[in-house]
């Protein structure tokens, strides 16, 4: 049975940091692209950034220069370090472990608030 569960997230000041966990399990892990979501009220979900098998990166403009992802195959996780977060940062951030439409697993979303 495939497991993605994401941890992490919490309250933190404008300016703070937060690092968010991916963990997978029941999957070859380095196999699969990696990718974190966030879907904040009344808005779609968006793609904040992505890791592929390779190990290569791709960011969501406004996230460029403060989150970076990153993995870890013997631990099956990605890590994003978000760093001066902002308000509008806010969201539930999900993971998506995907290797192709058929080999696509969620997390359950974990909330990141980001007030003073």
């Known amino acids: 049975q495939v497991q993605v569960v994401e941890s992490g997230g919490g309250l933190v000041q404008p300016g703070g940091s937060l690092r968010l966990n991916c963990a997978a399990s029941?999957?070859?892990?380095?196999?699969?692209?990696v990718g974190w979501y966030r879907q904040a009220p009344g808005k779609q979900r968006e793609l904040v950034a992505r890791i592929n098998n390779g190990g290569n990166t791709n960011y969501e403009d406004s996230v460029k220069g403060r989150f970076t992802i990153s993995r870890d195959n013997a631990k099956n996780t990605v890590y994003l370090q978000m760093n001066s977060l902002k308000p509008e940062d806010t969201a539930v951030y999900s993971c998506n472990v995907r290797m192709n439409a058929v080999w696509d697993y969620w997390g359950q979303g974990t909330q990141v608030t980001v007030s003073s």
């Open positions: 029941g999957i070859i892990f380095s196999m699969y692209a």
